[in-house]
Nanobody
């Protein structure tokens, strides 16, 4: 199991931007993909972005498409999430995650093996 460390959460006004970063400092083996998920109390964890290690495939649900952008650096074991035009409904705890083996479920939390501790994002309208 690998430790994932998120940073960059916080507060912003509606329409503003935030950037989240995640690193896996202890990882010495390859991985299949990394992603970002968010969760609010009482709801299922939702994947908001994913990227394959090769960088050739990304996924975004309709709720964030065009506003969020995921990017990764496989050499540095880092992944970032640029969030623009944030809305109140984006308020959640955001988690970094990785998938260590090929999976068809990068759109679901079930496809991921390791999770960070989470970072709070709060958007005020």
């Amino acid at each position: 199991q690998v430790q994932l460390v998120e940073s960059g959460g916080g507060s912003a006004q509606a329409g503003g931007s935030l950037r989240l970063s995640c690193e896996a400092p202890g990882r010495t083996w390859s991985y299949y993909a990394m992603g970002w998920a968010r969760q609010v109390a009482g709801k299922e964890r939702e994947i908001v972005a994913s990227i394959r290690r090769t960088g050739d495939t990304t996924y975004y649900p309709e709720s964030v498409k065009g506003r969020f952008t995921i990017s990764g650096d496989s050499a540095k074991n880092t992944v970032s999430l640029q969030m623009n035009n944030l809305q109140a409904e984006d308020t959640a705890i955001y988690y970094c995650a990785d998938a260590t083996k090929p999976t068809f479920y990068l759109h679901s939390y079930e496809g991921y093996d390791d999770w960070g501790q989470g970072t709070q994002v709060t958007i005020s309208s």
